[in-house]
Every structure is written in structure tokens, then in C-alpha cells.
């Protein structure tokens, strides 16, 4: 597992496109900024890697990633936990 998210976090954050797998916490991380294949299909990998080999289309989606993606702080997480606690 990806380390909860954090290397994937962690290329947005740097502005680098990734191609990530759909499981764990990874797409609740990057949201739909990124590319997902299944890690239990190799061709389903493979053709996320075809796919970013075209430079138009990888510029393209880095270009959406960097518009679409909000850099989470601590004072939102911490935010959304005590909205949360107070609806408990």
C-alpha cells in the first residue's frame, strides 16, 4: 500500500502527474486529478503507462492536476474533524 496516499500526495504537491492504483486511500488523496489503474490488472497498468507516454495528453492532465488540486492544511484537517465531532 502507497504509505496512506503520501507518495502520491506528494508528486501532486511537486506539480508531477502520476498514475496511481484505485485501492486504499489513494483516491481519496488525489480525487479525480489523477490516473487509476487497478494494481490486480497488468494491462489495466499498462495502458495508464501507454497513455502517459503521449506528451500532449501527460501535459494536458498535469495542467488539469495543477488547476483542480487543493493542497489540504492541517488547520482544514483539523477543521473538518471538529465539524465533525460536533455532529456526533
Not at 480525487?31 to 487497478?38: H, I, K, T
Amino acid at each position: 500500500y502507497e504509505g496512506w496516499g503520501l507518495p502520491v500526495a506528494e508528486s501532486i504537491m511537486y506539480g508531477k502527474f502520476c498514475l496511481a492504483t484505485n485501492t486504499t486511500s489513494v483516491p481519496e488523496v488525489a480525487g479525480e486529478v489523477l490516473d487509476y489503474f487497478s494494481p490486480f490488472n497488468s494491462e489495466d497498468c499498462l495502458n495508464g503507462i501507454i497513455k502517459l507516454l503521449d506528451d500532449t495528453y501527460r501535459d494536458k492532465r498535469q495542467a488539469n492536476m495543477k488547476k483542480a488540486y487543493k493542497k489540504t492544511t492541517w488547520e482544514d484537517t483539523t477543521n473538518k474533524l471538529l465539524k465533525k465531532l460536533n455532529t456526533i
